[in-house]
């Protein structure tokens, strides 16, 4: 669930940033007792993301525009199918559209995708995960749309999981050194219970990782040859993770292998927004 206090805060930037002091176009073209009903309609087949954050819109903008949810998120709407209906004020609907709008649209993108590739795996037991490369400041949105998807969230941010990556080996002295000291500090913290994942480019960094008791590592940017290798090397002994340029035709070889997760980064860095539009009538 998006919390209630980060939804009603980026609503409010998002608002700010679009009305500035007004809608000045509205101000000088309708009367200002006019009202209106319309559909939010999809126009293109997508899996849907974001509707409590499109009717907080509203609720900013004019808390008597009614807004009617028409689906659920997680579900998937045809080209013509309505996603919410909303029915109030003209001047408070039409200052609310856009920004509404920017976040269904982005997130039932990233929902999309993400349903897209789940589909990909088929019935194995491979997850289809987030990466932290998110929007800034839409994180929370970007990761609940991967899960709307039927995806998973890789981690929040750097404060609730290790991940040690390549940086950190070559700083640290290596793979092995890395994984045994970040293996120390979390027994001197008391943090033992917090499992220990680490970055891997090659088959000599997979063999120093479970030498050194990884419980988990990320093959990254290997080819179908060598990922094929390291699984072989690592299956059933950590949890095994795929990343960075994956396609969408790797994803049915890599699930096929029994990785335990691939993350993709393309499922927020660079998503498509899907195409939704409001329509309206006078009321």
């Avoid at 101000?27 to 954050?53: F, K, S």
């Avoid at 390291?230 to 049915?252: K, N, Q, T, Y």
């Amino acid at each position: 669930m998006l919390e209630a206090e980060i939804v009603r805060r980026a609503v409010c930037a998002a608002l700010e940033e679009d009305l500035g002091p007004g809608d000045v176009t509205s101000r000088v073209t309708l009367d200002p007792a006019a009202r209106a009903r319309g559909v939010l309609v999809a126009r293109e087949p997508l899996v849907v993301a974001g509707l409590p954050v499109a009717r907080e819109v509203f609720r900013q903008v004019d808390p008597s525009v009614a807004f009617q949810e028409a689906c659920r998120d997680g579900d998937q709407r045809a080209a013509g199918e309505g996603v919410a209906t909303v029915e109030g004020a003209v001047f408070p609907i039409l200052a609310g559209e856009r920004t509404a709008l920017n976040f269904l649209q982005r997130m039932s993108g990233i929902a999309t995708a993400t349903r897209r590739a789940v589909e990909l795996v088929g019935g194995t037991r491979t997850q289809i995960s987030d990466t932290r490369k998110t929007a800034p400041g839409l994180r929370p949105f970007d990761k609940y749309a991967v899960r709307a998807g039927g995806g998973t969230s890789h981690r929040a941010g750097l404060f609730d999981a290790v991940l040690i990556k390549d940086n950190h080996c070559r700083l640290a002295g290596g793979v092995g050194r890395a994984v045994r000291g970040a293996r120390r500090r979390l027994r001197e913290e008391a943090s033992s219970k917090m499992g220990i994942e680490v970055e891997a480019d090659t088959l000599d960094d997979v063999r120093e990782a479970l030498a050194a008791g990884a419980d988990g590592i990320l093959l990254d940017n290997m080819d179908r040859e060598t990922v094929g290798i390291a699984v072989e090397l690592a299956h059933g002994r950590v949890f095994l993770e795929v990343s960075g340029g994956v396609r969408e035709a790797d994803i049915p070889f890599l699930a096929g292998l029994g990785v335990d997760r691939i993350s993709l980064g393309s499922l927020t860095h660079s998503v498509r927004a899907v195409d939704l539009a409001l329509d309206l009538v006078p009321a």
